[in-house]
């Protein structure tokens, strides 16, 4: 959230503050403005002063352990490479005496990564080389260097370019006054470049003092990609899928922040900050996990990236007169902690994926209705706005399953409270609600009002669960209540306590079915610096605010997840939004774009930024549907949920200020438009339930870049207007006002494409031209694929639970299709015990069978089988027989259309959980 | 599309029902208007022509017609409709979606037959005796309503007729009126006009000598000033370097904007125009100006700059009103409460403009005082003069001529605004029967938690706080803006005060039948659009089919 204006005394001293749309950017620090930045982009490609010293070498079951030395400075560093179960590496490298003990992630992984044993293969004076399994890692002592290979083929080089940095923690010396004309009589002590920036001991931005008492602490590396043409990932940001160089402009910046009225197209710092980078080629596909949790800056530079020196170079290299482009570069700089880096050896998309996925986690399979349509606003205002809307979608007979409440419901921005002139019979709202088979999302944020009588307020003062200040003092801020302070999740304590506010008894007016929005989680404070909190607060165990900023949103949470589990006894799955994520949040919550603009272009910006979010490891990415700020006309809005039903989170909102726009306040063909959109989505819902198991599984991503299933495939790498859901859908939805056409690219050299509307095939590989009137959606189902549907459209998910199932079979030119279907009772963890269904589909024109993956598994559905529609098939078969257990051996009906090559099955009335075959005489 | 049936082995499910009164058999969910395009003795063909089944496969839970006809009563068919006989209450059509989906949306229950738990536990019970009961009552208590209210219309259009009719008699009186009024003008204008030319003349020998006397004023003023300020200089120049530096400031509790208790260094700087410090010269001429008004208005002698004569530097350099204005606002802000601070924050930006209703009139009054002003200035700048007995007789006559030509031009005036608003009030659009028109003159309030909001029909609708402050435009008349069959049914009030950052302030009116005039509820259903629902005997207009309208039950 978002406000016009926040701030009414920060803005006192501004005499004039204007409000026109766009982000201020004088709140951001630039590169240059940011001291760790500044000292680390100065530094000279080649000119390492770190070195191995290789005698010092130890081995351990799974890792081995050697010192580093700066020989500039002579401090020694302990670097340790592990080998990880999945065949890669981990690197880390710590100060070896440090006066202060450095930070080290917490939280972020899914738990101590699993490990295999590392084998040194060969010592020389020079280097020394490990292996695991086929993948290998050569490390170079001097200058130091580490070479990293999936089999032969060279993945990436660490420190390559020599940019290693690591700013070692220091006393601070009073510089004695050297009299003029005199030399020093003490030899200066080991210094670096660190010690000549104005800004090593303290730093000041705006009206903002840093303290930074314990010195310059910065930690850098490069990493190079020979085989990479393009970089992806570090989300988030509002640009390009494909990362640009940053040749010209600043790095790409990680640095939890609220930026009011985001800008597109820059690197600038966004509310999330995931440190995981996917290098990508035709030949080989690695990644980067930069473990480190504080401010964070990234330069990209080489590889295929635009910017007119690669691109000449590129272009001189294939006609024969030049040097081959560089390699691609990624380089890493954080404020503090220590260098932590997970490096992933592919060699392909969907292996760095899985094996990031080990080492974060995945998103636990979400409630079934949190897939379906979320209606939201800033806000609804009282319990009649709230019936008044829920009847607006019965009466326009378009399906819900969420309607949300923003900050305006409390009890004057106290989270936990009601406000009880507006909301007096909240429970029973809520009820009224679960009736209807709907939830309802509620927010609270971290800020605490800083209010006598305010229970949560005087809990933690007198127990000391806030953030501390420079001095040891309550740290205080202003937000959304006026001053307020923030609860520092760091502390256990103080997520058992949150966790516990979250309780029936409780947070009164909350039922099992009311579940949580973590929003203003970076954490945002209006009169901070760039909006944050100051970095020289302090947390739980002593931390800087410096060490642990971006992992803020996710202890928050984490205590909120913990609080809903235990609300139901650790029975249901919780729902959470957060907008500040970090490495691991998606094991709890679900991640939107934070507060975009009714404009087409945040439209097209939101693919790209829920792609990168997606290849980041969270699956369950959605952009504000509508656009929160401005007011969208009739077309921006039917076209902005055309897009919305087929990303993963899928919520209309809007600002305070903005027309009401629920999906009928414009005219009767804009009704309809949306209608359809959002039946789409609920049509498709068996899918998107399937393909977040999976992920679940396999840790995979939902939603896909194209490049991503079709790696080899050069043409795709920079394609970020159209995606893919799983293997099964690509769609390319219109995100430019006017257009009467899209021209979508198929990807595949042997695929077929069908269209979901029409039902027939469209395209084989290659770019086609496709109609796009209104009502059009362009969705394409690849040929070779099985999807499950539910065609009747009922008022929200859970009443659509024991309604039939459609397979939607795409075949492929070899007439072969499969899929698969999964089911439970979309809320409770019972899945986990063998409460499910897990069926895989095989087609090949003479039969068709329904196969239980885990047939220790069950769930006593009451769904059937309602119809089976063939897409690609040459000739009516002549006869179709099914026979299953309970049904025994039928003949079944159906239709052929010789026209669309469609043959659709009637009602072969099978109990979906059940394993049957069809045979076609 | 080519279809071919092959045999069917599925069997069927119970599709028939027995309605409860009477002996018709019809499948489930069909109306008994529909009941002979489903004869069980046919195949059934699609509404649309577009298929022929066979009947079996009517509501067989499987959707065959592309226009859903074959499934009304199963949830098969995404667009069929579901009809509910609804026995002692009203008949109702619903989408067939809603079929056996676990809520009870018949009251006769018969929308969900699958035997299983509804949502909120239990089955589905038919309680169309007591909803169909209460709904009579309430039916029969609206339409005696709407009886009752339909007199006290009638009663309001023959007001209406009779206040017209006064209207128009009273309209031919004032054209008669205005001709006499405008000859008696100009007789009086050529009077006056020839008066003047003589004084004008006699008058020229002492115009010099005015002139020498206002420049010895203006000099003094300026010097007043000035001492003034070097005065203060003195006083805040506590260390005497004959500099004034932000420390001193700092000491002046009288600097203290935002009344905090302290006075920063940032709201010292401002008074200083920026500078670290100041001499004597700068301050007198650009710092005094900028803290005379706090200064004043912390000791209590505060005159709002716009009100001070010859505040000249003020004027002169916009910034610097800019600023001062700024920190006006910022002042007003300061005091409220933080979380209503983004609500107050419009108050200050809030459009000057009036809107245009008003402009006529002030600019009428703007020149009557123009034209006092300048009497005023003539009496005191002669008044020290002594003139001969005959220019001192010229001026009288001149004074007495101009007297009495404004006597007529406001006698004129005051006719022709008269015969405007009747024009205009005859004009307006008061309903079919004029029964709105006596509403006009009328205002109603409603208060809530925070406001009191009141609607003068057919003037302008305003919102005032609770806890004090000035009213808030929320429009003014604007136009019927009712369906076009019900065109009287919303009035539309436009044109209010601007919000702050969004756009102009807009208010509807919903009318409804009610026996008295009553404002029932406001809300603000979007930002600065309000909606106002509005009881009045005006709106309870009978068609002659409304008593029968009421209710009806099928069978």
Same mark, same amino acid.
């Given at each position: 959230?978002?406000?016009?204006?926040?701030?009414p005394?920060v803005?006192i001293?501004?005499?004039?503050?204007?409000?026109?749309?766009?982000?201020?950017?004088?709140?951001?620090?630039?590169?240059?403005?940011?001291?760790?930045?500044?000292?680390?982009?100065?530094?000279?490609?080649?000119?390492s002063?770190?070195?191995?010293?290789?005698?010092?070498?130890?081995?351990?079951?799974?890792?081995?352990?050697?010192?580093?030395?700066?020989?500039?400075?002579?401090?020694?560093?302990?670097?340790?490479?592990?080998?990880?179960?999945?065949?890669?590496?981990?690197?880390?490298?710590?100060?070896?005496?440090?006066?202060?003990?450095?930070?080290?992630?917490?939280?972020?992984?899914?738990?101590?990564? +699993?490990?295999?044993?590392?084998v040194?293969?060969?010592?020389?004076?020079?280097?020394?080389?490990?292996?695991?399994?086929?993948?290998?890692?050569?490390?170079?002592?001097?200058?130091?260097?580490?070479?990293?290979?999936?089999?032969?083929?060279?993945?990436?080089?660490?420190?390559?370019?020599?940019?290693?940095?690591?700013?070692?923690?220091?006393?601070?010396?009073?510089?004695?006054?050297?009299?003029?004309g005199?030399?020093?009589?003490?030899p200066?002590?080991?210094?670096?470049?660190?010690?000549?920036?104005?800004?090593?001991?303290?730093?000041?931005?705006k009206?903002?003092?840093?303290?930074?008492?314990?010195?310059?602490?910065?930690?850098g590396?490069?990493?190079?990609?020979?085989?990479?043409?393009?970089a992806?990932?570090?989300?988030?940001?509002a640009?390009?899928?494909?990362?640009?160089?940053?040749?010209?402009?600043?790095?790409y910046?990680?640095?939890? #922040?609220?930026?009011?009225?985001?800008?597109?197209?820059n690197?600038?710092?966004?509310?999330?900050?995931?440190?995981?980078?996917?290098?990508?080629g035709?030949?080989?596909? +690695?990644?980067?996990?930069?473990?480190?949790?504080?401010?964070?800056w990234?330069?990209?530079?080489?590889? +295929?990236?635009?910017?007119?020196?690669?691109?000449?170079?590129?272009?001189?290299?294939?006609?024969g007169?030049?040097?081959?482009?560089?390699?691609?570069?990624?380089?890493?700089?954080?404020?503090?902690? $220590?260098?932590?880096?997970?490096l992933?050896l592919?060699?392909?998309?969907?292996?760095?994926?899985?094996?990031y996925a080990?080492?974060?986690?995945?998103?636990?399979?979400?409630? #079934?209705?949190?897939?379906?349509?979320?209606?939201?606003?800033?806000?609804?205002?009282?319990?009649?706005?709230?019936?008044?809307?829920?009847?607006?979608?019965?009466?326009?007979?378009?399906?819900?399953?969420?309607?949300?409440?923003?900050?305006?419901?409390?009890?004057?921005?106290?989270?936990?409270?009601?406000?009880?002139?507006?909301?007096?019979?909240a429970?029973? $709202?809520?009820?009224?609600?679960?009736?209807?088979?709907?939830?309802?999302?509620?927010?609270?944020?971290?800020?605490?009002?800083?209010?006598?009588?305010?229970?949560?307020?005087?809990?933690?003062?007198?127990?000391?669960?806030?953030?501390?200040?420079?001095?040891?003092?309550d740290?205080?801020?202003?937000?959304?209540?006026?001053?307020?302070?923030?609860?520092?999740?760091?502390?256990?304590?103080?997520?058992?306590?949150?966790?516990?506010?979250?309780?029936?008894?409780?947070?009164?007016?909350?039922?099992?079915?009311?579940?949580?929005?973590?929003?203003?989680?970076?954490?945002?404070?209006?009169?901070?610096?760039?909006?944050?909190?100051?970095?020289?607060?302090?947390?739980?165990?002593?931390?800087?605010?410096?060490?642990?900023?971006?992992?803020?949103?996710?202890?928050?949470?984490?205590?909120?997840?913990?609080?809903?589990?235990?609300?139901?006894?650790?029975?249901?799955?919780?729902?959470?939004?957060?907008r500040?994520?970090?490495?691991?949040?998606?094991?709890?919550?679900?991640?939107?774009?934070?507060?975009?603009?009714?404009?087409w272009?945040?439209?097209?910006?939101?693919?790209? $930024?829920?792609?990168?979010?997606?290849?980041?490891?969270?699956?369950f990415?959605?952009?504000?549907i509508?656009?929160?700020?401005?007011?969208?006309?009739?077309?921006?809005?039917?076209?902005?949920?055309?897009?919305?039903?087929? #990303?993963?989170?899928?919520?209309?909102?809007?600002?305070?200020?903005?027309?009401?726009?629920?999906?009928?306040?414009y005219?009767?063909?804009?009704?309809s438009?949306?209608?359809?959109?959002?039946?789409?989505?609920?049509?498709?819902?068996?899918?998107?339930?399937?393909?977040?198991?999976?992920?679940?599984?396999?840790?995979l991503?939902?939603?896909?870049?194209?490049?991503?299933?079709?790696?080899?495939?050069?043409?795709?790498?920079?394609?970020e207007?159209?995606?893919?859901?799983?293997?099964?859908?690509?769609?390319?939805?219109?995100?430019?006002?006017?257009?009467?056409?899209?021209?979508?690219?198929?990807?595949?050299?042997?695929?077929?494409?069908?269209?979901?509307?029409?039902?027939?095939?469209?395209?084989?590989?290659?770019?086609?031209?496709?109609?796009?009137?209104?009502?059009k959606?362009?969705?394409?189902?690849?040929?070779?694929?099985?999807?499950?549907?539910?065609?009747?459209?009922?008022?929200?998910?859970?009443l659509?639970?024991?309604?039939?199932?459609?397979?939607?079979?795409? #075949?492929?030119?070899?007439?072969?299709?499969?899929?698969?279907?999964?089911l439970?009772?979309?809320?409770?963890?019972?899945?986990q015990?063998g409460?499910?269904?897990?069926?895989?589909?095989?087609?090949?024109?003479?039969?068709?069978?329904?196969?239980?993956?885990?047939?220790?598994?069950?769930?006593?559905?009451?769904?059937?089988?309602?119809?089976?529609?063939?897409?690609?098939?040459?000739?009516?078969?002549?006869?179709?027989?099914?026979?299953?257990?309970?049904?025994?051996?039928?003949?079944?009906?159906?239709?052929?259309?010789?026209?669309?090559?469609?043959?659709?099955?009637?009602?072969p009335?099978?109990?979906?959980?059940?394993?049957?075959?069809?045979?076609?005489? | 599309?080519?279809?071919?049936?092959?045999?069917?082995?599925?069997?069927?499910?119970?599709?028939?029902?027995?309605?409860?009164?009477?002996?018709?058999?019809?499948?489930?969910?069909?109306?008994?208007t529909?009941?002979s395009?489903?004869?069980?003795?046919?195949?059934?063909?699609?509404?649309?022509?577009?298929?022929?089944?066979?009947f079996?496969?009517v509501?067989?839970?499987?959707?065959?017609?592309?226009d859903?006809?074959?499934?009304?009563?199963?949830?098969?068919?995404?667009?069929?409709?579901?009809?509910?006989?609804?026995?002692?209450?009203?008949?109702?059509?619903?989408?067939?979606?809603?079929?056996?989906?676990?809520?009870?949306?018949?009251c006769?229950?018969?929308?969900?037959?699958?035997?299983?738990?509804?949502?909120?536990?239990?089955?589905?019970?038919?309680?169309c005796?007591?909803?169909?009961?209460?709904?009579?009552?309430?039916?029969?208590?609206?339409?005696?309503?709407?009886?009752?209210?339909?007199?006290?219309?009638?009663?309001?259009?023959?007001?209406?007729?009779?206040?017209?009719?006064?209207?128009?008699?009273?309209l031919?009186?004032?054209?008669?009126?205005?001709?006499e009024?405008?000859?008696?003008?100009a007789?009086?204008?050529?009077?006056?006009?020839?008066?003047?030319e003589?004084?004008?003349?006699?008058?020229?020998?002492?115009r010099?000598?005015? !002139?020498?006397?206002?420049?010895?004023?203006?000099?003094?003023?300026?010097?007043?000033?000035?001492?003034?300020?070097?005065?203060?200089?003195?006083?805040?120049?506590?260390?005497?370097?004959?500099?004034?530096?932000?420390?001193?400031?700092?000491?002046?509790?009288?600097?203290?904007?935002?009344?905090?208790?302290?006075?920063?260094?940032?709201?010292?700087?401002f008074?200083?125009?920026?500078?670290?410090?100041?001499?004597?010269?700068?301050?007198?001429?650009?710092?005094?100006?900028?803290?005379?008004?706090?200064?004043?208005?912390?000791?209590?002698?505060?005159?709002?700059?716009?009100?001070?004569?010859?505040?000249?530097?003020?004027?002169?350099?916009?910034?610097?009103?800019?600023a001062?204005?700024?920190?006006?606002?910022?002042?007003?802000?300061?005091?409220?409460?933080?979380?209503?601070?983004?609500?107050?924050?419009?108050?200050?930006?809030?459009?000057?403009?009036?809107?245009?209703?008003e402009?006529?009139?002030?600019?009428?009054q703007?020149k009557?005082?123009?034209?006092?002003?300048?009497?005023?200035?003539? !009496?005191k700048?002669f008044?020290?003069?002594?003139?001969?007995?005959?220019?001192?007789?010229?001026?009288?006559d001149?004074?007495?001529a101009?007297?009495?030509?404004?006597?007529?031009?406001?006698?004129?005036?005051d006719? !022709?605004?008269?015969?405007?608003?009747?024009?205009?009030?005859?004009?307006?659009?008061?309903?079919?029967?004029?029964e709105?028109?006596?509403?006009?003159?009328?205002?109603?309030?409603?208060t809530?938690? !925070?406001?009191?909001?009141k609607?003068?029909?057919?003037?302008?609708?305003?919102?005032?706080?609770?806890?004090?402050?000035?009213?808030?435009?929320?429009?003014?008349?604007?136009?019927?803006?009712?369906?076009?069959?019900?065109?009287?049914?919303?009035?539309?009030?436009?044109?209010?005060?601007?919000?702050?950052?969004?756009?102009?302030?807009?208010?509807?009116?919903?009318?409804?039948?009610?026996?008295?005039?009553?404002?029932?509820?406001?809300?603000?259903?979007?930002?600065?659009?309000?909606?106002?629902?509005?009881?009045?005997?005006?709106?309870?207009h009978?068609?002659e089919?409304?008593?029968?309208?009421?209710?009806?039950?099928?069978?």
């Open positions: 959230m978002r406000k016009l204006c926040y701030i005394v803005a001293w501004i005499a004039i503050f204007s409000v026109v749309g766009g982000v201020d950017r004088n709140n951001f620090k630039t590169c240059d403005q940011s001291s760790f930045c500044r000292r680390y982009r100065a530094m000279k490609k080649g000119e002063p770190y070195q191995l010293l290789l005698n010092t070498l130890k081995e351990g079951e799974s890792d081995l352990q050697v010192s580093l030395i700066n020989i500039k400075n002579v401090v020694h560093f302990n670097l340790k490479l592990t080998a990880l179960e999945n065949f890669d590496f981990r690197l880390e490298i710590d100060e070896a005496q440090p006066i202060k003990q450095r930070y080290r992630v917490d939280y972020a992984l899914k738990g101590e990564p +699993a490990t295999r044993k590392l040194v293969t060969e010592r020389t004076s020079e280097s020394i080389t490990v292996t695991n399994g086929h993948n290998k890692a050569v490390l170079h002592a001097s200058p130091f260097k580490i070479d990293l290979y999936n089999g032969k083929t060279l993945m990436m080089s660490l420190n390559a370019q020599g940019l290693l940095k690591f700013e070692h923690y220091r006393q601070k010396t009073e510089k004695p006054a050297v009299p003029e005199e030399e020093a009589v003490e200066p002590a080991p210094v670096d470049e660190a010690e000549a920036d104005i800004g090593a001991w303290e730093e000041n931005y009206s903002h003092h840093d303290a930074k008492p314990h010195g310059p602490s910065a930690v590396l490069d990493f190079s990609f020979p085989n990479a043409d393009y992806y990932g570090i989300p988030e940001h640009d390009s899928l494909a990362l640009k160089a940053t040749t010209a402009t600043d790095p910046r990680l640095y939890n #922040l609220d930026v009011f009225e985001y800008e597109l197209n690197g600038m710092a966004l509310y999330g900050s995931i440190p995981f980078l996917i290098a990508h035709v030949e080989a596909t +690695a990644g980067v996990l930069w473990l480190n949790a504080a401010e964070t990234v330069d990209i530079e080489g590889g +295929a990236h635009k910017g007119s020196n690669v691109v000449s170079s590129i272009v001189n290299f294939v006609s007169s030049g040097t081959p482009p560089p390699p691609l570069e990624a380089r890493f700089v954080s404020e503090s902690g $220590m260098i932590d880096a997970f992933f592919g060699p392909n998309p969907e292996t760095v994926s899985k094996n080990e080492i974060s986690g995945v998103t636990p399979l979400p409630p #079934l209705f949190s897939l379906g349509y979320h209606q939201c606003r800033w806000n609804y205002n009282d319990e009649d706005d709230v019936k008044s809307v829920d009847a607006g979608f019965d009466q326009h007979d378009i399906p819900y399953d969420v309607i949300w409440l923003d900050i305006e419901y409390t009890e004057g921005k106290k989270y936990f409270t009601w406000d009880k002139i507006k909301f007096p019979h429970d029973d $709202m809520m009820k009224n609600l679960s009736l209807k088979g709907h939830h309802m999302v509620v927010i609270i944020d971290p800020h605490i009002k800083r209010e006598g009588g305010y229970y949560v307020h005087e809990d933690a003062t007198s127990n000391g669960l806030y953030v501390k200040n420079k001095d040891g003092n740290y205080e801020g202003w937000c959304w209540p006026g001053s307020s302070s923030y609860l520092d999740f760091f502390n256990p304590v103080v997520r058992d306590y949150y966790a516990s506010k979250y309780s029936l008894d409780n947070f009164w007016g909350t039922t099992l079915d009311t579940h949580i929005w973590n929003d203003m989680n970076e954490p945002s404070v209006f009169n901070g610096p760039e909006v944050t909190m100051p970095k020289d607060c302090v947390h739980y165990g002593g931390w800087e605010h410096r060490d642990v900023h971006n992992l803020y949103g996710l202890t928050h949470i984490m205590s909120t997840f913990d609080g809903l589990l235990k609300r139901s006894q650790g029975k249901l799955r919780p729902f959470i939004l957060t500040s994520v970090f490495i691991g949040s998606q094991r709890y919550a679900a991640v939107w774009t934070g507060d975009n603009m009714a404009e272009e945040h439209l097209q910006a939101s693919i790209p $930024m829920c792609l990168s979010i997606s290849l980041a490891g969270m699956p990415c959605g952009a504000d509508g656009g929160f700020f401005k007011n969208p006309d009739s077309e921006l809005f039917y076209r902005w949920y055309q897009i919305g039903a087929f #990303l993963p989170f899928m919520r209309a909102h809007s600002h305070i200020d903005t027309k009401r726009r629920e999906p009928w306040a005219d009767p063909e804009t009704t438009l949306v209608r359809s959109a959002v039946r789409r989505r609920y049509e498709y819902l068996p899918l998107w339930y399937t393909l977040f198991r999976h992920h679940e599984v396999d840790g991503p939902i939603m896909r870049p194209i490049w991503y299933n079709y790696p080899k495939d050069k043409s795709a790498f920079t394609i207007d159209e995606f893919m859901l799983g293997k099964e859908l690509l769609v390319h939805p219109v995100t430019k006002s006017g257009l009467t056409e899209v021209s979508v690219y198929f990807p595949g050299e042997k695929d077929l494409w069908y269209d979901i509307d029409e039902l027939e095939l469209f395209s084989g590989h290659g770019t086609k031209t496709v109609q796009t009137p209104k009502e959606i362009p969705v394409y189902q690849r040929g070779g694929t099985i999807i499950p549907k539910k065609m009747r459209i009922r008022r929200s998910s859970a659509a639970k024991d309604d039939p199932y459609t397979l939607q079979i795409a #075949l492929n030119a070899d007439g072969l299709a499969s899929g698969s279907l999964y439970d009772d979309g809320e409770t963890y019972e899945y015990k409460q499910y269904v897990s069926l895989v589909y095989h087609y090949d024109g003479t039969t068709m069978v329904s196969q239980l993956v885990d047939k220790e598994a069950s769930f006593a559905s009451k769904s059937w089988l309602e119809r089976i529609i063939v897409m690609g098939v040459r000739k009516a078969p002549g006869r179709i027989v099914l026979k299953s257990q309970s049904v025994g051996e039928q003949e079944i009906e159906f239709a052929f259309n010789p026209n669309k090559h469609l043959l659709v099955i009637r009602k009335a099978v109990p979906i959980a059940e394993e049957w075959k069809l045979f076609f005489h | 599309m080519q279809t071919r049936h092959l045999f069917i082995t599925l069997s069927c499910l119970v599709s028939l029902q027995r309605a409860s009164s009477v002996e018709i058999l019809r499948p489930r969910g069909v109306s008994v529909k009941t395009l489903y004869d069980p003795e046919k195949n059934f063909t699609c509404f649309d022509g577009s298929l022929t089944i066979p079996v496969q509501n067989d839970d499987f959707c065959d017609c592309p859903s006809s074959d499934e009304p009563g199963t949830a098969a068919c995404p667009n069929g409709l579901f009809h509910c006989t609804n026995a002692g209450h009203q008949p109702m059509d619903l989408p067939s979606s809603r079929v056996n989906d676990g809520i009870c949306d018949c006769d229950a018969t929308d969900e037959f699958d035997g299983q738990e509804k949502l909120g536990g239990g089955h589905c019970t038919n309680t005796q007591e909803m169909g009961r209460a709904a009579r009552e309430l039916a029969q208590r609206l339409a005696e309503m709407q009886k009752r209210g339909a007199e006290v219309r009638k009663e309001m259009a023959r007001k209406a007729a009779e206040l017209k009719a006064g209207k128009s008699s009273r031919g009186q004032l054209r008669k009126d205005q001709e009024a405008e000859a008696l003008k007789e009086k204008e050529a009077i006056k006009k020839q008066a003047e003589l004084e004008t003349a006699a008058l020229a020998v002492y010099e000598a005015e !002139e020498l006397e206002k420049e010895r004023r203006a000099q003094l003023s300026k010097e007043e000033n000035e001492k003034e300020a070097k005065s203060m200089f003195e006083l805040f120049d506590a260390d005497k370097d004959g500099r004034i530096s932000i420390p001193e400031l700092m000491t002046k509790q009288e600097f203290d904007q935002n009344r905090d208790g302290q006075v920063t260094n940032e709201e010292a700087r008074f200083l125009n920026q500078n670290e410090e100041v001499g004597e010269e700068a301050f007198i001429t650009e710092c005094w100006p900028r803290m005379k008004p706090f200064y004043m208005m912390s000791t209590g002698k505060y005159i709002p700059p716009g009100e001070e004569p010859n505040t000249n530097e003020e004027t002169e350099d916009p910034e610097n009103f800019e001062a204005q700024d920190d006006d606002n910022n002042l007003a802000e300061q005091t409220e409460e933080p979380v209503d601070a983004v609500e107050t924050e419009e108050n200050p930006e809030e459009d000057v403009d009036d809107g245009e209703h402009d006529e009139e002030e600019g009428d703007d009557e005082e123009e034209d006092s002003d300048h009497e005023k200035e003539g !009496e700048s008044s020290e003069v002594q003139y001969d007995a005959e220019t001192q007789r010229l001026i009288d001149a004074a007495n101009r007297h009495e030509f404004e006597e007529a031009d406001r006698a004129l005036r006719v !022709e605004r008269e015969i405007r608003q009747i024009e205009e009030s005859l004009d307006k659009d008061y309903g079919i029967d004029g709105f028109a006596a509403l006009e003159g009328e205002c109603f309030e409603y809530d938690r !925070e406001y009191t909001y609607l003068c029909p057919f003037d302008q609708v305003t919102q005032r706080p609770k806890n004090g402050g000035g009213d808030t435009r929320l429009g003014t008349w604007g136009h019927w803006a009712g369906s076009e069959s019900d065109r009287y049914s919303n009035m539309m009030y436009t044109n209010g005060q601007s919000c702050w950052n969004g756009p102009q302030r807009s208010t509807k009116v919903e009318l409804s039948c009610g026996t008295e005039n009553l404002l029932k509820a406001v809300s603000e259903p979007n930002r600065c659009e309000y909606k106002f629902e509005f009881e009045t005997p005006a709106a309870c009978i068609s089919d409304a008593s029968s309208k009421g209710i009806h039950d099928e069978l």
